[in-house]
């Protein structure tokens, strides 16, 4: 079965450094997304991307996060300059056509 | 703006024993609703999901949900629990169709299931 796959699975850095979250969506799927899970609290939207461009974002996808598609098959997160509080579960997702959303199993980012 | 409120933070229940999830929504647009299901250390698993048609709805492993849209709610129900069903559940509303597709999750439901 198709499955959005993320790497790394797990990244800790340290303040101030840039990070990159890179995600393979299935095939065939033209909606992507990023949602993060801060430890103990609910699943958060950040930003929707289709036909090459970011179709919706939330308030906490503010100017340190980027999103890019650069080639045929990746979806990448960047958070320019981590902090504290960007420690999270960050998952990406994918959609054929925006009704059913299948996630990945997720990159933990801790900052230290 | 659209919300979702899952009522309980924790659900108890024995091994065989029936379980019911409850998840209340706001939304002044039509909706489309979803359950997810997060065992520990993994990613989120869809269980199933309401578009359109009928309101009855019966996903994976045996789970079904119900969506009432006069109660607002999408409860998620099972006859007899299994030990390997203890969760974390979360209830997750999009809406309108033909909009971006994004989710609004409620606050999650671990689900315990005890001998």
């Known amino acids: 079965e198709p499955e959005v796959t993320q790497t790394p699975s797990h990244q800790v850095t340290q303040m101030g450094q840039e990070v990159i979250l890179r995600c393979v969506p299935i095939?065939?799927?033209?909606?992507f997304y990023w949602y993060r899970q801060i430890l103990g609290q609910k699943v958060e939207f950040l930003v929707s991307?289709?036909?090459?461009?970011?179709?919706?974002k939330s308030e906490i996808f503010d100017d340190q996060f980027s999103v890019e598609r650069p080639d045929g098959s990746n979806f990448t997160l960047k958070i320019r300059s981590t902090k504290l509080e960007d420690s999270a579960m960050y998952f990406c997702?994918?959609?054929?056509?925006?009704?059913?959303?299948?996630f990945g199993e997720g990159s933990w980012l801790t900052v230290v | 703006a659209q919300s979702v409120t899952q009522l309980d933070s924790q659900v108890p229940v024995f091994e065989e024993a029936p379980v019911e999830l409850r998840c209340n929504y706001s939304?002044?647009?039509?909706?489309?609703l979803f359950w997810y299901v997060q065992y520990p250390n993994q990613g989120l698993q869809l269980l199933l999901k309401y578009l359109s048609g009928s309101t009855l709805v019966k996903g994976i492993n045996g789970f079904e949900a119900e969506f009432k849209k006069s109660e607002t709610s999408f409860h998620l129900t099972k006859p007899s629990a299994h030990m390997s069903d203890a969760a974390e559940y979360f209830c997750a509303v999009s809406g309108p169709p033909g909009n971006t597709g994004k989710l609004i999750f409620g606050q999650g439901t671990t689900l315990q299931v005890k001998p």
């Open positions: 991307f289709y036909n090459n461009e970011i179709s919706e």
């Open positions: 939304s002044s647009v039509s909706v489309y």
């Open positions: 095939s065939n799927h033209l909606y």
């Open positions: 997702a994918s959609s054929e056509v925006a009704d059913t959303i299948y």
